[in-house]
Each structure stands twice: as C-alpha cells, then as structure tokens.
T-cell receptor, first 113, second 111 residues
C-alpha cells in the first residue's frame, strides 16, 4: 500500500475540459512533486512544492497549474490540454533536503481526446 | 551530454544469476543517488538509496557508488522472474528536491 494517494487513477478528458488531479500524502513530508511520464521515457519533473514555495520547470506550459492547499495535499489543475499531454502523471513526496527519498503515488493515467 | 545515463537494454539474465545495472551522471556536486524499480504501467518504487562512496546492501540488492568516476550501480543477486522490470537511476541534481532520472534499463529475468 502506498502512503501517497492519487485520484483519479484514470482520466479521459476533452481538449476544452477543465479537470483536476489530486494527491495526498500521509508520511508527514514537507516536499511534494508532480512528474509527467510518457511511455518508455523517464519521469520528468513538472513542479516542486518545498519550504512552502513553488518551483516550476520552465518548460511546463501554463495549461498545467499546481495548487498546494496544505503540506499534505497537492493538486494539479488541467485546462485546455492537447493530445500530446496524454501521459502518466505521478505525484511524489519527500522530506526536505538533498538526502530525501521520494515516494511516488500510483499515478493518474490521463488521456486527452 | 545527458545528466544521467543508463543503458536502455534489455538486459537479459537467467534466473538465479546476478544482474548488474549501471548509471553515470554528469553533475559532480550531486550527493544523493537512488534506484527505482518500475513495472509496466505502474509507478516507480524506491528500492535503494546511497549517499557515500562504497557499497550498500539490502537483501538481494547492492548499490555501489563511486563519486570520483561519477558512477553508480545496482547489483541484484539470485535474480527472479519477478525482478523483471525497468530500473531507473535517479540523481539529485538540484541541491535538494530535484531528482533527475536516467532513461531506465529494462531487465528481463528468464526461466
């Protein structure tokens, strides 16, 4: 059982839809992350919330918008996505600091039609 | 030059053999190194972390780190068919809270 929970597990959305991915961690961690993973590729970091600050991978388009209501929750709001945004979206959490081990949730399989 | 490099494989080993997975990284200041296992369609699972030069053993897994050579490896002893997966090497390249992954090595353990 994972202590990082993501919902939904699967999502199909149209290009004009607005949806949100949710992530909750029960590990008392202070850093949370969103990664995107395409088939047969490694995870790519999208956003980091650490020390209550957001760090953004500058290559991530503005149609992805993170929100961190508290240190246990991390949402990813999706708007006007493109078919190439279809991927596995992974949430992870860790203690803060360079030696911190990151633990992943089960992921949300997103398909944009 | 990619920040973290792995041979994509597939690496095929017979059941019971030792599987050796390798990873090189480019950032000399990196201090934290991780191995994740990922089954097809599933999320990455942390199996080993290593921070100091030398070996670290956990059950059938041994991680090896050589910072001078910028090299980290994972040995899996007594390989089992259930070890068949993609193994991702991850390096903290941001001085904390920024993991960069290699492309992964696909391991196949054959009966």
């Amino acid at each position: 059982d994972t202590e990082v929970t993501q919902t939904p597990k699967h999502l199909v959305m149209g290009m004009t839809n607005k949806k949100s991915l949710k992530c909750e961690q029960h590990m008392g961690h202070r850093a949370m992350y969103w990664y995107k993973q395409k088939a047969k590729k490694p995870p790519e970091l999208m956003f980091v919330y650490s020390y209550e600050k957001l760090s953004i991978n500058e290559s991530v388009p503005s149609r992805f918008s993170p929100e961190c209501p508290n240190s246990s929750l991390l949402n990813l709001h999706l708007h006007a996505l493109q078919p190439e945004d279809s991927a596995l979206y992974l949430c992870a959490s860790s203690q803060q600091g360079s030696s911190a081990e990151a633990f992943f949730g089960q992921g949300t399989r997103l398909t944009v039609v | 030059q990619k920040e973290v490099e792995q041979n994509s494989g597939p690496l095929s080993v017979p059941e019971g053999a030792i599987a050796s997975l390798n990873c090189t990284y480019s950032d000399r200041v990196s201090q934290s190194f991780f191995w994740y296992r990922q089954y097809s369609g599933k999320s990455p699972e942390l199996i080993m972390s290593i921070y100091s030069n030398g070996d670290k053993e956990d059950g059938r897994f041994t991680a090896q780190l050589n910072k001078a050579s910028q090299y980290v490896s994972l040995l899996i002893r007594d390989s089992q068919p259930s070890d068949s997966a993609t193994y991702l090497c991850a390096v903290d390249t941001g001085g904390g809270n920024k993991l960069t992954f290699g492309t992964g090595t696909q391991l196949k353990v054959e009966l």
